[in-house]
């Protein structure tokens, strides 16, 4: 079963299609990423050209200086195009411009990330512990980056992969932002609390408020599931649980909003 979707990226006029290969009750078996458009292209060569991997080009495209000129640039070739236009839509406008991404090359190592970080007095982490929907991952990323987190941690099974529609919602960056696979949530944990982490869990009845809170210390964010919130044993590993006051008509707010407010208090009180 093949899955379409095509949608503007809301930064910069980008485009992005994807074709999701199901199987039928189990997880998602093969992705197939393209974006297309002239900007689009520069924005994922500067954001992430090893994610690029192949660019397809039209006659008129492929004359074009400023686009052979930042292919040149990232040592990238383009291949004439063909049928690829048709796995972006017939009504797209493409302007001759459409490139396959390797979703593997999205991803880098936790070591890398604290390696980076290192001589940084607060630095910040997002961790998403099983979240299923790939718009509140995608603007998780989004508000990640607008206030300073230097990655995203995603444990490799129960939870939504990076996809176009993670990308579109994140407005491209998930392209731009270290984001990082790991296998036990739990051990994670454990070894960034061993690096002197400080674990804020975010939970709609968390004992500390947001606004007590002063964020001078490397601090890990831990965003749980859209319905059952952060598991049980995960929760234990928080050296806090974050509460955002709110008016009582409102009982509660969903995983990417209440994240962007805790990741606008961090950035404004580290």
Known sequence: MAEWSIAPDCKSGALWATEVQILL??????EKMYLYGKHALREALEGNPRAVKKVFLDKNAATDAEITGFLKANNLSFIPMKEEKKKVGSDSVHQGVIAQLDTSALYTSLDTVLAAIKDEKAPCIVLLDELHDPHNVGAIIRSATAFGASAIL???HHQSPITGTVIKTSAGMALRVPIVHIGNVNQTIRTLKDK??????LVMDGTTRLSDNVFDTPTLFVVGNESEGIREKTLELCDVTLTIPMDPKCESLNASVAASVVLYEYSRNK
């Open 154 to 156: 995603m444990p490799e």
């Open 25 to 30: 009750g189990a997880q998602m078996k093969e």
């Open 196 to 201: 002197g982490f400080w674990v804020y869990g």
